[in-house]
T-cell receptor, first 111, second 111 residues
Framework: SQQGEEDPQALSIQEGENATMNCSYKTSINNLQWYRQNSGRGLVHLILIRSNEREKHSGRLRVTLDTSKKSSSLLITASRAADTASYFCATPYSGTYKYIFGTGTRLKVLA | DADVTQTPRNRITKTGKRIMLECSQTKGHDRMYWYRQDPGLGLRLIYYSFDVKDINKGEISDGYSVSRQAQAKFSLSLESAIPNQTALYFC??????????FGDGTRLSIL
C-alpha cells in the first residue's frame, strides 16, 4: 500500500486563490518531499522538510509537517495558471533511503 | 542538456518482445531509480541502485530486470513484454538523503 496519500485527488480553483493539498503517511520518517509534475513531464522537486522542522517556505509555497499526526500540507498562495499540475508527496519507506510516492493531487488553476 | 536523460521517449512494441529503456545522468549522483506511473496509481518503484555494485528490488520488480553499467547509466529491461506493462516509466537520481531528479519519462505501449 502507498506510504503517502494525497488529499484531495483533484482541486480546481481560480487564479489568485490559494491551493492547499494534504499528505498523510504511515511510518516514522526523517524527511518528506513535495514534487510537481506537469503533464507528460518528469517530476520536479519543490521542497524537502525534515522531521525536526514544522514549517518551510519557498517563494509562494509553504509546507507544514505534523509528525504526531503523520501529515503534511502544501499551500500555494496566489495561484497562477502555470501552477496547473499534479503534486506528489514522497516519504522514505520504513527507515530506508527509497521513497514512496503518493497518488497525487491534480490541481487546475483557471485563468 | 538535461541532467537525467531517458531514451527512447516513446516506444510501441508487441507482446513478447524484449525492450530496454536507458537512463543516463550527468549529476554525478550515486543513487538511481526506476519507477512506473499508471493513471490513478502514482509512481511505483521497480528497482533502485545505490552504487554500481548495489541493485535492489522495489515494489513491483516482477517481469523487469536492470543493469547498472556505470555510475551514470542505469537501464531497465522487459524480457518479454506484456500489455499490462504499458505505462509511463521514469528514471530518477539522487545523492544520499537529497531530493530525486527525474528524467522526462518513456511512454511505453505494448500491443
Amino acid at each position: 500500500s502507498q506510504q503517502g496519500e494525497e488529499d484531495p485527488q483533484a482541486l480546481s480553483i481560480q487564479e489568485g486563490e490559494n491551493a492547499t493539498m494534504n499528505c498523510s503517511y504511515k511510518t516514522s520518517i526523517n524527511n518528506l518531499q513535495w514534487y510537481r509534475q506537469n503533464s507528460g513531464r518528469g517530476l520536479v522537486h519543490l521542497i524537502l522538510i525534515r522531521s525536526n522542522e514544522r514549517e518551510k517556505h519557498s517563494g509562494r509555497l509553504r509546507v507544514t509537517l505534523d509528525t504526531s499526526k503523520k501529515s503534511s500540507s502544501l499551500l500555494i498562495t496566489a495561484s497562477r495558471a502555470a501552477d496547473t499540475a499534479s503534486y506528489f508527496c514522497a516519504t522514505p519507506y520504513s527507515g530506508t533511503y527509497k521513497y514512496i510516492f503518493g497518488t497525487g493531487t491534480r490541481l487546475k488553476v483557471l485563468a | 542538456d538535461a541532467d537525467v536523460t531517458q531514451t527512447p521517449r516513446n516506444r510501441i512494441t508487441k507482446t513478447g518482445k524484449r525492450i530496454m529503456l536507458e537512463c543516463s545522468q550527468t549529476k554525478g549522483h550515486d543513487r538511481m531509480y526506476w519507477y512506473r506511473q499508471d493513471p490513478g496509481l502514482g509512481l511505483r518503484l521497480i528497482y533502485y541502485s545505490f552504487d554500481v555494485k548495489d541493485i535492489n528490488k522495489g515494489e513491483i520488480s516482477d517481469g523487469y530486470s536492470v543493469s547498472r553499467q556505470a555510475q551514470a547509466k542505469f537501464s531497465l529491461s522487459l524480457e518479454s513484454a506484456i500489455p499490462n506493462q504499458t505505462a509511463l516509466y521514469f528514471c530518477a537520481t539522487s545523492a544520499r538523503d537529497q531530493p530525486q531528479h527525474f528524467g522526462d519519462g518513456t511512454r511505453l505501449s505494448i500491443l
